[in-house]
């Protein structure tokens, strides 16, 4: 089975930033084989894209909302994917998840394995 974990989130002040982990595992799972993404979805608004970096580790691509800001990393050896958020604003508040796919694209139905989230709230 599965799992991804989503861990970071948390309470932070407009300017200030955040950074997320998600942990991978589950029999022969491995990142390797996976494009990974970061979406995030806010109170009565449908889940959207943020970042994603692809397996080989060298593609990777960003919402024009965080473009500049977020940075999506990955650690094929771990497992594990992070997302760094700088200079967050009131609007970068959402549940953000961690999801895996095998195609590097901007739709959540492109993504086949995802985690539970975790919430960021920005205050401002």
């Known amino acids: 089975q599965v799992q991804l974990v989503e861990s970071g989130g948390g309470l932070v002040q407009a300017g200030g930033s955040l950074r997320l982990s998600c942990a991978a595992s589950?029999?022969?799972?491995?990142?390797?084989?996976?494009?990974m993404a970061w979406f995030r979805q806010a109170p009565g608004k449908e889940r959207e894209f943020v970042a994603t970096r692809h397996w080989d580790d060298y593609r990777t691509y960003y919402a024009d909302s965080v473009k500049g800001r977020f940075t999506i990393a990955r650690d094929n050896a771990k497992n594990a994917v992070w997302l760094q958020m700088n200079s967050l604003t009131p609007e970068d508040t959402a549940v953000y998840y961690c999801a895996a796919g095998n195609l590097a694209t901007r739709s959540a139905n492109d993504y086949n394995y995802w985690g539970q989230g975790t919430q960021v709230t920005v205050s401002s």
């Open positions: 589950g029999r022969a799972f491995s990142i390797s084989r996976y494009v």
